[in-house]
T-cell receptor
């Protein structure tokens, strides 16, 4: 179903801690984006990386940061975790299809903050 | 509220029936996409319709787009139990990047 892999699949942290989520994007896809999906909601755009540079950011505070590596894999880091950060974090790589960017999502990392 | 709001929030039908989901959005778009998500897993791209298209088909899926009303609909014909999932529309806000704005989704349940 997907060429995007994410790790870990589940994790539990406590308020104030830091977390790093990882993503290996699909071969040949040089753009990666991260989305946060709270329970019962649609995904919300966090940011996008292209050629190792942040290239677009949603309405998320600076404690959400990321990296993209030369092999197009990526990390999402969240500092000073808050209870509201509990969500499914989705990584997606994009391909250009019919004049549009179509996203291929990973299965997500479910973060619970206690 | 998010651009790309789906209606209804939840839909329950019997196998073999058709399912129609609607989506409204607020800004201009280059294209609109529909994605499917099975119980909290990753989303899967279903179909894309460009702003200059009015209708598109893919297998049992039919998508319509009305840019004057800023709305789209997804029709799944002859539904199957395996179609049970959440369905989201996503718009690009007129940009060319991979930043999509998703609605809150329609939870479709197809009963055998």
């Amino acid at each position: 179903e997907t060429g995007v892999t994410q790790s870990p699949t589940h994790l539990i942290k406590t308020r104030g801690q830091q977390v790093t989520l990882r993503c290996s994007s699909q071969s040949g896809h040089n753009t990666v984006s991260w989305y946060q999906q709270a329970l019962g909601q649609g995904p919300q755009f966090i940011f996008q990386y292209y050629r190792e540079e942040e290239n677009g950011r949603g309405n998320f505070p600076p404690r959400f940061s990321g990296l993209q590596f030369p092999n197009y894999s990526s990390e999402l880091n969240v500092n000073a975790l808050e209870l509201d950060d509990s969500a499914l974090y989705l990584c997606a790589s994009s391909r250009f299809l019919s004049g549009a960017n179509v996203l291929t999502f990973g299965a997500g990392s479910r973060l619970t903050v206690l | 509220s998010q651009q790309g709001e789906e209606d209804p929030q939840a839909l329950s039908i019997q196998e073999g029936e058709n399912a129609t989901m609607n989506c409204s959005y607020k800004t201009s778009i280059n294209n609109l996409q529909w994605y499917r998500q099975n119980s909290g897993r990753g989303l899967v791209h279903l179909i894309l319709i460009r702003s200059n298209e009015r209708e598109k088909h893919s297998g049992r899926l039919r998508v319509t787009l009305d840019t004057s009303k800023k709305s789209s609909s997804l029709l799944i014909t002859a539904s199957r139990a395996a179609d049970t999932a959440s369905y989201f529309c996503a718009t690009d806000g007129g940009t060319s990047g991979s930043r999509l704005t998703f609605g809150e989704g329609t939870q479709l349940t197809v009963n055998p």
